[in-house]
């Protein structure tokens, strides 16, 4: 509870309470206050109201004159923690790149601090700000940039985010870059969120394939549908490879060089499963 500092002759008293970095005195009286414990119950409210005022005006005030911009862009900003989604299905390293612009009237030295809000330890991340940092210069989390970049008002300074996947393990990850000049009192933030999924190719149904007649005795028809491409191979019992051709839908072959059995009809399309047919040839 804040305690009165002084009572004056008009029973008008003083508060004095910090509030983040300010000193606040606070005159209240309370002559027509007459019922017990309500002059702490409207003192209450009179703090409750500065409080929520105060704290609306310094996140309002803390994000004044920085814009955060996919670089080279400016329609959308991304200050005031706006998040920047990514989907990928590849490995590969994932550059965004940010213009930080200084509308605040005056110049600044920034750094970036970088934190991992959602992390897979194995993914690695770099940044480059003025200067680049590896993966190795920047292990810990949150990191903050050891030299800061003079950006003039008026002007912005380039971010570069890189972000690496580990292809064994997919998932989703958000790194926040905050800007501040010491690393502690943060101006403004962005998020990149990057979701790795596996890529899963297109699976061919398998084709349909005819082989006629069967048994047979000259010649044997085989159908794999309109516009198929591939190869067909012809084994006999012992594995030994009698015909391997390519061939496109249909493709007439003859066997009447083939000693009486059974033999094994695979075909092979350019795009799907293989297709295995028994038939006999019988003379």
Same mark, same amino acid.
């Given at each position: 509870?804040? &305690?009165?500092?002084?009572?004056?002759?008009?029973?008008? &008293?003083?508060?004095?309470?910090?509030?983040?970095? !300010?000193?606040?005195?606070?005159?209240?009286?309370?002559?027509?206050?007459?019922?017990?414990?309500?002059?702490?119950?409207?003192?209450?409210?009179?703090?409750?109201?500065?409080?929520?005022?105060?704290?609306?005006?310094?996140?309002?005030?803390?994000?004044?004159?920085?814009?955060?911009?996919?670089?080279?862009?400016?329609?959308?900003?991304?200050?005031?923690?706006?998040?920047?989604?990514?989907?990928?299905? +590849?490995? @590969?390293?994932?550059?965004?790149?940010?213009?930080?612009?200084?509308?605040?009237?005056?110049?600044?030295?920034?750094?970036? +601090?970088?934190?991992?809000?959602?992390?897979?330890?194995?993914?690695?991340?770099?940044?480059?700000?003025?200067?680049?940092?590896?993966?190795?210069? !920047?292990?810990?989390?949150?990191?903050?940039? %050891?030299? =800061?970049?003079?950006?003039?008002?008026?002007?912005?300074?380039?971010?570069? +985010?890189?972000?690496?996947?580990?292809?064994? @393990?997919?998932?989703?990850?958000?790194?926040?870059?905050? #800007?501040?000049?010491?690393? $502690?009192?943060?101006?403004?933030?962005?998020?990149?969120?990057? +979701?790795?999924?596996?890529?899963?190719?297109?699976?061919?149904?398998?084709?349909?394939?005819? $082989?006629?007649? @069967?048994?047979?005795?000259?010649?044997?028809?085989?159908?794999?549908?309109?516009?198929?491409?591939?190869?067909?191979?012809? #084994?006999?019992?012992?594995?030994? #490879?009698?015909?391997?051709?390519? !061939?496109?839908?249909?493709?007439? $072959?003859?066997? =009447?060089?083939?000693?009486?059995?059974?033999?094994?009809?695979?075909?092979? %399309?350019?795009?799907?499963?293989?297709?295995?047919? &028994?038939?006999?040839?019988?003379?």
């Amino acid at each position: 509870m804040v &305690k009165p500092l002084f009572k004056d002759s008009n029973n008008i &008293k003083r508060y004095s309470f910090q509030l983040g970095s !300010m000193f606040v005195n606070l005159y209240i009286s309370h002559r027509d206050q007459r019922i017990k414990g309500t002059k702490y119950q409207y003192m209450k409210r009179v703090l409750l109201t500065i409080l929520t005022f105060s704290t609306l005006s310094f996140a309002a005030s803390a994000q004044d004159g920085i814009e955060i911009y996919l670089h080279g862009a400016t329609d959308v900003d991304y200050s005031s923690g706006g998040v920047v989604q990514i989907t990928t299905s +590849t490995s @590969n390293q994932i550059t965004t790149d940010f213009d930080v612009w200084n509308n605040t009237g005056s110049s600044h030295d920034w750094v970036i +601090t970088r934190k991992r809000i959602n992390e897979i330890a194995s993914w690695s991340d770099e940044l480059c700000w003025s200067t680049c940092y590896t993966a190795a210069l !920047m292990p810990s989390n949150p990191w903050t940039t %050891p030299n =800061s970049y003079t950006v003039a008002d008026g002007t912005s300074g380039l971010l570069d +985010t890189y972000i690496t996947p580990d292809a064994a @393990n997919p998932g989703t990850v958000t790194y926040r870059y905050f #800007v501040s000049t010491d690393g $502690v009192h943060y101006s403004d933030s962005v998020d990149v969120e990057v +979701t790795f999924v596996l890529d899963v190719a297109a699976i061919s149904p398998e084709i349909s394939v005819s $082989v006629s007649p @069967n048994p047979a005795s000259e010649y044997i028809t085989i159908k794999a549908g309109e516009g198929q491409q591939g190869t067909v191979r012809i #084994v006999d019992v012992l594995g030994n #490879v009698v015909l391997n051709e390519s !061939m496109t839908s249909n493709k007439k $072959v003859n066997v =009447s060089t083939f000693r009486n059995g059974i033999y094994f009809v695979i075909v092979q %399309p350019d795009n799907g499963k293989a297709v295995n047919k &028994k038939i006999v040839v019988r003379h």
